[in-house]
């Protein structure tokens, strides 16, 4: 852990788990500052003025969506994340791990685990995500990626899923639109396709996205 003191912000809309979660946190050794958010639309400008070094992030969020957000810490930002939920869609904590976050804590599993998930975040010799047990048990062995990826890559593959055009995608990463154009020409490198459109048929493929349901 680092000798400097932390900043943690605390983004969860449940008064009790805010509560819980802060008390947990304050309680262990150089916390400098502890920040809580009830809904996830002021976390950019709280993570930015406040100089936050490690976000507790719930994806289950009032006014917009947690996995956004995320994706902003992540791949805009490169903030330290830990997602704490209660939720249970392993395939919304796959993603997250996908997008580099260092750890996911279910709200079922003990304080201790808060303190161990943010001691794993910050140890340098951590490589793997630390998963709670109970995040462990909801998705059993997480498979590794076939195809390496950055944050910004699976970004960009959310936001092409969802029919978002280079300009949309340029704008919600805050860079230039022919990054986003590079980026998918790696893309198609990497997955050894043509077109963007064959892009998400290999991503649903292998498993880099969750394949839409069928109605």
């Given at each position: 852990m680092s000798n400097n003191p932390?900043?943690?912000?605390?983004?969860?809309?449940?008064?009790?788990?805010?509560?819980?979660?802060?008390m947990a946190v304050t309680q262990m050794d150089n916390i400098g500052s502890v920040v809580t958010l009830c809904d996830g639309?002021?976390?950019?400008?709280?993570?930015?003025?406040?100089?936050?070094?490690i976000v507790l992030l719930d994806l289950n969020l009032p006014d917009?969506?947690?996995?956004?957000?995320l994706i902003q810490l992540?791949?805009?930002?490169?903030?330290?994340?830990?997602?704490?939920?209660?939720?249970?869609?392993?395939?919304?904590?796959?993603?997250?791990?996908?997008?580099?976050?260092?750890?996911?804590?279910?709200?079922?599993d003990s304080v201790d685990c808060i303190r161990a998930a943010i001691k794993a975040?910050?140890?340098?010799?951590?490589?793997?995500?630390?998963?709670?047990?109970?995040?462990?048990?909801?998705?059993?062995?997480?498979?590794e990626?076939?195809?390496?990826?950055?944050?910004?890559?699976?970004?960009?593959?959310?936001y092409l899923s969802k029919g978002e055009t280079n300009k949309e995608i340029a704008y919600r990463l805050g860079v230039a639109a022919p990054t986003v154009s590079f980026h998918l020409k790696e893309l198609r490198l990497k997955l050894g396709v043509s077109g963007n459109k064959k892009i998400l048929n290999r991503a649903f493929e292998i498993g880099l996205l969750e394949s839409p349901s069928v109605s």
């Open positions: 932390l900043s943690i912000l605390i983004v969860d809309d449940h008064e009790l788990a805010r509560t819980g979660i802060e639309r002021e976390v950019l400008k709280v993570v930015q003025s406040e100089g936050v070094d917009v969506s947690g996995l956004d957000v992540t791949a805009v930002l490169d903030i330290v994340v830990i997602v704490v939920t209660g939720e249970n869609q392993a395939k919304d904590f796959g993603f997250a791990l996908k997008m580099g976050v260092r750890a996911v804590v279910s709200k079922s975040a910050l140890d340098p010799d951590q490589v793997q995500p630390y998963l709670s047990p109970n995040i462990e048990r909801i998705m059993g062995m997480v498979a990626m076939t195809v390496s990826l950055s944050p910004r890559q699976i970004a960009i593959l959310h």
